[in-house]
């Protein structure tokens, strides 16, 4: 069975002035990111053709593509640690241990790095706004 997203509520059923609060980070409908986070979860990321899915083996790495409505990644790897990078190289990164639960704010950001030492089983969702 293919993966079908609920949809979302139509703005005209909830009317909202848009605006900026000062510095705040718009989201895609271009409302005011203020802290309160979450309409719903994704289980998927954004690659158009063969999405990545929870829960994903990643044997070496893994690049997940950012939601245009996501806020937040949680991540758990089940057996081994887990590396979640902004670098594509990995570089620089930080290390989630199996079986914790870390979430990251990706709002801003295009691209999610993961890299394990050996194949692993990671969870992963999305917080959409």
């Known amino acids: 069975m293919a993966y079908t997203p609920s949809k979302n509520k139509s703005k005209s059923s909830y009317p909202t002035l848009a605006s900026n609060f000062s510095n705040l980070q718009v989201d895609a409908g271009r409302n ?9 979860i994704q289980t998927q990321d954004a690659t158009p053709t063969s999405p990545v899915t929870s829960p994903a083996t990643v044997n070496t790495a893994t690049t997940l593509i950012v939601p245009q409505n996501a806020a937040q990644l949680t991540v758990v790897s089940t057996t081994n640690a887990v590396q979640v990078s902004e670098d594509s190289t990995s570089g620089e990164s930080f290390a989630v241990p199996a079986g914790v639960i870390w979430t990251f704010d990706v709002a801003n950001q295009q691209d999610v790095y993961l890299k394990t030492g050996s194949s692993t089983v990671v969870n992963f969702y999305f917080t959409i706004i």
């Open 32 to 40: 005011s990111m203020t802290g309160v986070l979450g309409n719903r």
